[in-house]
């Protein structure tokens, strides 16, 4: 870290949701931290400059939800992959959800995920362990020794904690376990909420849309009495139940009340369900009626995702729930899938989309529409999601002076198409290929080091500064 | 024909019947009777598509469907091959989107396809540059020509469908012959009510929703009162096991079209069913075997169609349909 060059970007707009700063000013990075954030800084010699007018700085992204497929499924994706697909969309922080192959149930896995991460070393990777052992919904993982890997929560996504009993047990467990990275005491349960009985292998929303393709629909009933399970068990038990990628206007009642009532549950929602419907099942980015014919683009795989994109009013109340802070934070999900996983009848496509390099564009379609302030869809991609972990003591998520370079620099205004095969994730499964996106990440600094900038592709990290 | 008017202009799929005008069902429905006499025929074959291909796919167990359009592809000369799901290349692990590029590769003309699965003629259609591609039912998405042979019987039967009632009665949610048919039936004006287990039949229907075309009525007694055409569907057995039906004595007694029941309807009511049919489950023995049900014109008029379905397809970018007259 000391053979880093210093850095300096001079005359952007900062925004840093920590300080509620929001103004014109430059940000000097020195040793991988942040020396000093305020206007015309003079640099030190050798300083990297960097000229930012009309853009914006502002902490590097934070994903708490990333699915990286490796071990197991490398050819989805690889943690280095997968890394420098996040650096590309502004994220330094990502977090691996434990399907992987075998799942990351014990600390030998986790330790695996650790040192690859920490070789390919572009950005942070956190890591979330199993709630049972192989992910199969019967005994619990040994979480402790889980938690001292440094495993942050604890998650059987790609499928929800099978019983009750099962979470009440995990919730009971987990919030008695140290915190490696922070010190704390108290773990989250991640829960991919959905009642299989309702919903199993349904890749669309249950509506008129559904009826239409004549397909089997998933109802918001599914995720909806699950989330009213476990805030039921976590206001029992007293431990953390965080909803994975919330999305109906049902689940937001439910965890609006609860934390009323001082339960302790937090939410994530996707860039995905708050800017898509179920219509883009049909091929159509917009409003549609039933008798409007299908087009060849209908029964895109590429749109298939758990849980399904759902109507426009779901997708507008969880604009505003994320607005309020009802949802808490911003969560990718990115899901990275092979072309052939991909390209098959809906039924039989794999569920998911590759989300790391479009989320900010498609994000800032809110912006743009007014249904967002720019400084709230930040704090919910940075400062709102390490909170959601209980992790605000490490720095993270934040520009203050003393805390580490994690640093986006973007423009707002810029229009870019979405190509997939520039994707530098594997996964170039994407329902957004040929859409035009209005705000690009231009630079990504990471640990204080430049690990994406646009003008430059990737810099190679390792022979530049290692 | 009386002009050179192409009956479906620049059509290259038939996927199902969302996209067609009256007007385009129409011309068809008239080239469909033209061909039925050509069926009536003593020497039924023509030389209209000879050295044309055609492929039929069948993914899903069939037997009149693939039949029917096998007969109206040979009848019409064109060199057709079944393919089915077993011994296929789909039975050794090949995806659908492999076997349909080899079946364009092998420079087939058309491709029937029938598919467990609703969108997969959709799905080969947008990966298909040269080949037309043709639904013969895709899961319980649709199933088009069965729409226009029923439109076919029906006109034959009862003349235009402006202000008259067609009743749909059965497993709505799994079918998609009524999804198909309902189309039809909107573009052919018809009022349309649909009957049957709110279990079976979608939800979004049974709101009776202002975007929903269709007026849902549980009890038949009252759905069937001054009804021209009663569609029976067919009832899949395995409904009651998953939990979707109490019996089918209890299906029986509250939805099978019987002739007591058909008392309600207009005189001149006519009953259909899509076959095939599960005898004295959704329609009475005898009103199955009575003059009013119409249930083997449909097959006939299924051959008919298909011929002037595949005619216009085949030679949709070439001569005018002139040659009709055969």
């Known amino acids: 870290m000391n053979n880093l060059r210093p850095v300096l970007i001079k005359g952007a707009r900062v925004i840093n949701p920590s300080t509620s700063l929001d103004s014109q000013g430059d940000i000097l990075i020195v040793d991988g931290k942040i020396l000093s954030c305020e206007a015309n800084i003079t640099p030190p010699d050798d300083t990297m400059l960097i000229e930012a007018n009309g853009m914006v700085a502002c902490p590097g992204f934070i994903d708490i939800h990333t699915h990286l497929r490796e071990p197991g499924r490398e050819d989805k994706e690889t943690i280095e992959s997968g890394q420098k697909a996040a650096a590309k969309g502004g994220f330094t922080t990502i977090t691996c959800m434990p399907n992987t192959e075998p799942a990351i149930d014990n600390a030998p896995v986790a330790e695996f995920i650790n040192k690859k991460a920490q070789d390919s070393g572009i950005i942070s990777t956190l890591l979330v362990g199993a709630v049972s052992k192989g992910r199969q919904g019967i005994e619990l993982s040994e979480m402790e020794e889980l938690a001292n890997s440094g495993v942050v929560a604890f998650s059987d996504d790609g499928s929800p904690v099978a019983t009750g009993h099962l979470m009440q047990m995990a919730l009971t467990y987990s919030k008695e376990l140290l915190n490696s990275l922070s010190g704390n005491y108290g773990l989250p349960i991640i829960d991919h909420c959905e009642d299989y009985s309702l919903t199993h292998g349904l890749g669309v929303h249950e509506g008129w849309v559904a009826d239409r393709l004549g397909l089997l629909g998933y109802p918001s009933a599914g995720e909806e009495a699950i989330v009213a399970r476990d805030i039921a068990l976590a206001e029992l038990t007293g431990g953390h139940f965080h909803a994975a990628h919330v999305s109906s206007q049902g689940s937001i009642d439910l965890i609006r009340q609860a934390k009323l009532r001082g339960i302790k549950v937090t939410a994530e929602v996707t860039p995905h369900h708050l800017t898509m419907s179920e219509e883009w099942v049909m091929g159509i980015h917009g409003e549609s009626k039933p008798s409007h014919p299908l087009s060849l683009k209908a029964y895109d795989p590429m749109a298939k995702v758990s849980p399904p994109l759902r109507s426009i009013a779901d997708q507008k109340a969880l604009v505003s729930a994320l607005r309020e802070g009802i949802i808490d934070c911003i969560a990718t999900d990115h899901a990275p899938h092979t072309f052939s996983d991909k390209a098959q009848p809906f039924d039989e496509a794999a569920v998911g989309i590759s989300v790391l390099e479009t989320a900010f564009g498609s994000l800032m379609s809110l912006v743009h529409s007014g249904q967002l302030e720019l400084h709230t869809l930040i704090h919910r991609l940075t400062l709102a999601p390490i909170q959601v972990l209980g992790l605000s003591n490490l720095g993270l998520g934040n520009i203050s002076v003393g805390s580490i370079a994690d640093v986006v620099l973007f423009d707002p205004e810029l229009q870019w198409e979405v190509n997939p095969n520039d994707f530098l994730s594997k996964g170039k499964n994407t329902p957004l290929a040929g859409e035009v996106l209005k705000g690009k990440v231009k630079l990504t600094i990471a640990k204080g080091r430049i690990v994406f900038d646009s003008e430059n592709k990737m810099l190679d990290v390792r022979n530049s500064f290692a | ?326």
């Open chain 2, 1 to 326: 024909m009386s002009s050179n008017q192409k009956i479906t202009p620049n059509r290259k799929h038939v996927l199902d019947l969302d996209d067609f005008s009256k007007s385009e069902i129409d011309n068809l429905l008239h080239s469909a009777t033209v061909m039925k006499e050509v069926l009536n025929r003593d020497i039924k074959k023509v030389p209209s598509l000879r050295g044309k291909v055609i492929l039929t796919l069948f993914l899903e167990a069939s037997t009149r469907t693939r039949v029917s359009f096998e007969e109206a592809g040979k009848l019409l000369s064109a060199d057709v091959i079944n393919i089915s799901g077993s011994g296929s290349s789909a039975e050794k692990g090949e995806s659908l989107l492999n076997t349909a590029l080899t079946l364009q590769a092998m420079r087939a003309d058309l491709i029937i396809i029938r598919h467990p699965l609703s969108g997969a003629p959709y799905f080969v259609a947008r990966h298909l540059d040269h080949t037309s591609v043709v639904n013969a039912g895709d899961g319980r998405h649709a199933h088009p020509t069965q729409g226009l042979l029923d439109l076919m019987t029906i006109y034959e039967k009862i003349g235009s469908l402006n202000d008259k009632k067609v009743l749909i009665v059965g497993d709505v949610l799994h079918s998609r012959v009524a999804r198909s048919n309902i189309h039809g039936l909107q573009a052919a004006g018809a009022e349309i009510i649909i009957s049957g287990p709110p279990t079976l039949v979608p939800l979004w229907l049974q709101s009776n929703d202002k975007d929903s075309p269709i007026t849902y009525q549980p009890n038949l007694d009252v759905a069937i009162q001054g009804t021209d055409v009663v569609m029976a569907l067919r009832l899949q057995t395995e409904r009651q096991a998953s939990g979707m039906l109490p019996s089918i004595r209890e299906y029986t007694r509250r939805w099978q079209v019987t002739e007591n029941r058909m008392v309600s309807a207009n005189n001149s009511a006519i009953i259909m069913h899509p076959g095939p049919l599960n005898e004295g489950i959704e329609i009475s023995s005898s009103l199955a075997h009575s003059e009013v049900a119409a249930i083997n014109e449909q097959v006939t008029n299924g051959v008919a169609l298909r011929m002037a379905l595949l005619y216009q397809l085949l030679t949709f970018n070439s001569e005018s349909t002139e040659e009709l007259a055969i």
